[in-house]
Nanobody, 123 residues
Framework: QVQLVESGGGLVQAGDSLRLSCAAS????????MGWFRQAPGKEREFVAA????????DYADSVKGRFTISRDNAKNTVYLQMSSLKLEDTAVYYC????????????????WGQGTQVTVSS
C-alpha cells in the first residue's frame, strides 16, 4: 500500500514562493502519473497540475499556468510543486495523488491521497 505525505505549506505573503513536496512510501512513483489538487474552504477540490510518468509531460490549470511548476525526482520518490507569485486565491489545502484513471483533471481518477498541506497567502 502506497502512502503519500505532503509538506512545505505555510503562511506567506502575496507574491512569495513556496515549494511543496509529496513523498511516497510503500511503492515507487517512477511509473505513476501524479497530480496536485487543492481545496479551499467551501469549495470543491480542483485540479492544479499533473505530470506523466512515461513522458514527463506536464499539465496545469489555467489559474496557475506560468506561476506553478510540477516536477518529480524518481530517485527520491518525490513529486514537487514549485509555486511562485502566489496570490490570495491560491489559499487552500494542497493534496497530491496518484492518477489511475484517464482523466487528468478529475479527482475521481486519482487514488492514494495524502493528508494535505495548508497554504495560506496573505496580503
Amino acid at each position: 500500500q502506497v502512502q503519500l505525505v505532503e509538506s512545505g505549506g505555510g503562511l506567506v505573503q502575496a507574491g512569495d514562493s513556496l515549494r511543496l513536496s509529496c513523498a511516497a512510501s510503500g511503492r515507487t512513483l517512477s511509473n505513476r502519473s501524479m497530480g496536485w489538487f487543492r481545496q479551499a474552504p467551501g469549495k470543491e477540490r480542483e485540479f492544479v497540475a499533473a505530470i506523466g510518468w512515461r513522458t514527463g509531460n506536464t499539465d496545469y490549470a489555467d489559474s496557475v499556468k506560468g506561476r506553478f511548476t510540477i516536477s518529480r525526482d524518481n530517485a527520491k520518490n518525490t513529486v514537487y510543486l514549485q509555486m511562485s507569485s502566489l496570490k490570495l486565491e491560491d489559499t487552500a489545502v494542497y493534496y497530491c495523488a496518484i492518477r489511475l484513471g484517464a482523466n487528468v483533471y478529475s479527482p475521481n481518477d486519482y487514488r492514494y491521497w495524502g493528508q494535505g498541506t495548508q497554504v495560506t497567502v496573505s496580503s
